[in-house]
């Protein structure tokens, strides 16, 4: 069973499985999402630092969240007939780790370069959602991203929950998350794209 | 015969990668220039000598595929093959690539191969300096 069978059927237990996203040409089921994230996670780490990931059970969790250990984050935005958000969040010392082993040289503090490089992460996870998530619910805006480096602050989403798909890279965690709503009060003529 | 590379990306880490990657092809590369975006990157084909281009699409200020427009209907740059390196993959935005006139396309994540394959056709009969 590969990680993206595992996912699905994992997640049917969870209570993401109870509800769904709803637009006004197709719905999307939260499972789905978890599974292009983690299909995109999977792609990115393999391709781009020969790097192999294991997910853990995908969750819910409240749009409000507190983060009092020192973290990396990225955020990045989609915005089309669905807006939302992808986080990637992970330790200073696994951030060190990827952006090393991306770049082929050894980086030990959390510098310019690599922020610069969880936040291009972050933007080929993503961008690769969005590209899985374009094909059920037409074309999305993806924003450059942001990377913040710090402790002892709170994320707060527009939506409801984020989904959280937690993976392990080199024995350390990393977190997935996104959140993603209908947009039902703004028109994005340029690029919303109907389906038949 | 020198190939002198121009890469447009605001990714740091992307432009060191490709650098890496150009590097490690038997390819005589001579000047690898590098810009964030294609605002930057337009201002250093008006000082420089470019035989092929790398570039992003999602971009600030300007991005891959308005840098693309400028570059092809400028009759001095028009010749050049631009290869997009793009998350960017739908089939729209591929399409609306080519029809801009971009010689290739690279979905991101790539490896060192795919971007060696993609770049061997477009420099076939480019202009080295």
């Known amino acids: 069973m590969n990680l993206s069978q595992k996912l699905s059927q994992d997640f049917s237990e969870d209570c993401l499985a109870a509800t769904s996203l709803r637009g006004k040409e197709t719905m999307l089921d939260k499972d789905a999402i978890a599974r292009f994230m983690l299909s995109a996670a999977e792609e990115t780490f393999a391709t781009m630092l020969g790097l192999q ?14 983060i009092h250990v020192e973290r ?9 007939s669905y807006n939302g958000t992808g986080m990637i969040s992970c330790s200073p010392a696994l951030a060190c780790k990827l ?9 030990s503090a959390v510098d310019g370069e690599v922020l610069d490089a969880i936040g ?7 961008g690769n959602v969005k590209t899985m998530l374009e094909q059920q619910i037409g074309q999305f805006g993806l924003s450059i991203p942001t ?30 998350r996104m959140c993603l709503l209908p947009n039902s009060t703004r028109s994005f003529s340029g690029l919303h794209r109907k389906h038949s | 015969m020198k190939i002198n ?17 150009l590097s490690q092809t038997d390819l005589p590369w001579g000047d690898v220039h590098e810009a964030g975006d294609g605002v930057e990157a337009l201002t250093i084909l008006k000082s420089s000598e470019v035989s092929l281009i790398l570039s992003d699409i999602n971009m600030p200020n300007m991005d891959g595929l308005q840098f693309l427009t ?54 076939k009969g480019v202009a080295t300096s």
Not at chain 2, 6 to 20: H, Q
Request: net charge negative; charged share 20%.
């Open chain 2, 5 to 21: 590379v121009l890469i447009v990306d605001d990714s740091a880490a992307i432009r060191k990668i490709l650098t890496r990657v």
């Open chain 1, 53 to 66: 990931i294991t997910s853990g059970k995908p969750s819910g969790e409240q749009a409000e969240t507190a």
């Open chain 2, 70 to 123: 400028n570059v092809r209907a400028n009759p001095q740059w028009k010749q050049i093959p631009v290869i997009m390196i793009s998350t960017e993959g739908s089939e729209t935005k591929v399409m609306e690539a080519v029809e801009l006139g971009a010689s290739n396309y690279v979905r991101k994540p790539f490896t060192a191969d795919q971007i060696k394959e993609k770049i061997l056709p477009c420099l």
């Open chain 1, 72 to 80: 990396v984050v990225a955020l990045i935005g989609l915005a089309g």
């Open chain 1, 120 to 126: 291009e992460l972050s933007n080929m996870i993503f």
């Open chain 1, 147 to 176: 990377i913040i480096f710090g402790r002892n602050f709170w994320t707060r989403s527009f939506g409801e929950h984020w989904i959280v798909v937690p993976i392990e890279v080199n024995e350390c965690d990393l977190d997935l």
């Open chain 1, 99 to 107: 952006a090393s082993e991306m770049l082929m040289e050894s980086l």
